[in-house]
């Protein structure tokens, strides 16, 4: 998911992006849902959240770490 679209998800969602990086932004989201803010945490790629929006993604960011 590209950053416009993280930023159109966070505007529709109340969150003002302003110049946040797409990680920062969307733990930012996560924590304005009410969810902890995990994304690209995952350790060893593997995270059990599979329903999440932002599950793909951030398991592809955290194998880079």
């Known amino acids: 998911m590209n950053l ?7 505007q529709n969602k109340g969150v003002t992006p302003g110049s946040l990086c797409k990680q920062d932004l969307i733990r930012t989201i996560q ?3 009410g969810n902890v803010p995990c994304f690209a945490t995952a350790e060893e790629g593997f995270c ?5 929006h932002w599950h793909e993604d951030c398991l592809r960011r955290s194998r880079r770490r």
């Open 4 to 10: 416009a679209t993280v930023r159109y998800i966070a």
């Open 31 to 33: 924590v304005n849902e």
């Open 48 to 52: 059990k959240e599979v329903e999440c």
